[in-house]
Structures are given as C-alpha cells and as structure tokens.
C-alpha cells in the first residue's frame, strides 16, 4: 500500500503560498513569493536532498503542475527524480499533460487517489497543491506531513489548513532545527 506524503513550506502563521520566488504564485495578489530564501542552509539543504532522492510519484493539482512541467524537465540536475517520477494531476480542465509519465485525475479525484494508495508503487508525493490538499484532507487520504517551518510569519496567503478541516491526530516521526531556525518535522497519521 503507497502513502500519500505531504511536503511543504509552511511559514509560522501556516501559509504554503509562493515559498520558492516572487512569480511563483501570484494569485489573489500575493506579493511576498520567495519568502524562505533567508532561511537556506546546509543542513536544511542536505535534509530536503536526502528527502527529495527517496523513490517516489508525483500526486500534484492543476496549477502545481503548470508551475512545475515547464520547469523541471530542463533544471533536473538538483532533483533527478522528479522527471522520472508518475505524475498524477488533478485537473478537470488540463487537455493534456506533456510532462512524462503523467496520468490526468479527473472527475472523483478523491475515489482515484484512494484506488492509487492501494496499488503497489512508491509512495506519492504532494508538493504545492493547496486545494488538492483540502480535498484529500476531507476525505482523510493523507498519511504523512513532512514539514518545513520557517521562522516568518506573513499575514496573507494560501493556507496548509483551510477552515473547516477535519480534526485529526498525527505523531512526531522525525524532527530537527536548522542553524537558520527552519523546523523540519514528520508528522505521521494516528488512527483513533
């Protein structure tokens, strides 16, 4: 059985909007894109590469994949993987997907992405993604937050945790500080 593994960059106030650059993610006019470039270190670095090196597919939502197909398949030497990886989108308006191997969810992505997590295969990893997010959160299909906390809060954005998430419990499986103050926690899913 594969899990469903959650990666973000989450700043104090719990916003994962724009982590990487200014035009990552502009919607709903949020300027303050690149917000965790202070914060890079070596230990942080050498934790996300050991992380990021793991075997594993791509559980993505439309607008992650649209940042993310015409970027990486020309900037793969940090990240190999990535291109190799499955990537399933989430999208009920992508015509197609040319980043390969990728697989179109459409329609009860919910009911699919639960069929996925019984199949064989490596475990799937959600990047970005926020309303995708939200819905694997409701239908309670993610089984690990593996978080990156930096030490900034910003007051607007997209959130990790939406209103009206369902309540759930999760035990500490790793955790370490950064020399620039980032928290790198595990969070794994406690079922009651």
């Known amino acids: 059985m594969r899990k469903i593994v959650v990666l973000e960059h989450l700043s104090l106030d719990g916003v994962i909007q724009g982590p990487g650059g200014p035009d990552e993610d502009t919607s709903g006019g949020f300027t303050l894109g690149g917000w965790i470039a202070p914060f890079a270190d070596p230990v942080l670095g050498g934790r996300l590469r050991q992380q990021m090196n793991q075997p594993f597919d791509l ?4 607008r992650t994949y649209d940042i993310w197909a015409p970027y990486w398949p020309h900037n793969h030497a940090a990240w190999p993987q990535v291109n190799a990886a499955t990537k399933y989108v ?3 308006s992508l015509p197609a997907a040319d980043w390969k191997p990728s697989v179109i969810l459409r329609g009860d992505v919910a009911g699919d992405v639960a069929r996925l997590k019984q199949q064989a295969g490596p475990d799937l990893h959600v990047w ?3 309303d995708l997010i939200q819905t694997l959160l409701k239908h309670d299909l993610i089984d690990t937050f ?3 906390i930096y030490p900034v809060t910003l007051g607007t954005g997209k959130r990790l945790f939406a209103g009206g998430a369902m309540p759930m419990t999760f035990s500490v499986s790793e ?3 950064s020399p620039q103050g980032v928290i790198v926690a595990a969070y794994e899913r406690r079922l009651a």
Do not use: I, K
Not at 59 to 62: I, M, N, P
């Open 146 to 148: 593996w978080l990156m």
């Open 128 to 130: 970005g993604s926020g």
């Open 90 to 92: 989430a999208s009920n």
């Open 175 to 177: 955790s370490l500080v």
């Open 59 to 62: 559980l993505l939502g439309r």
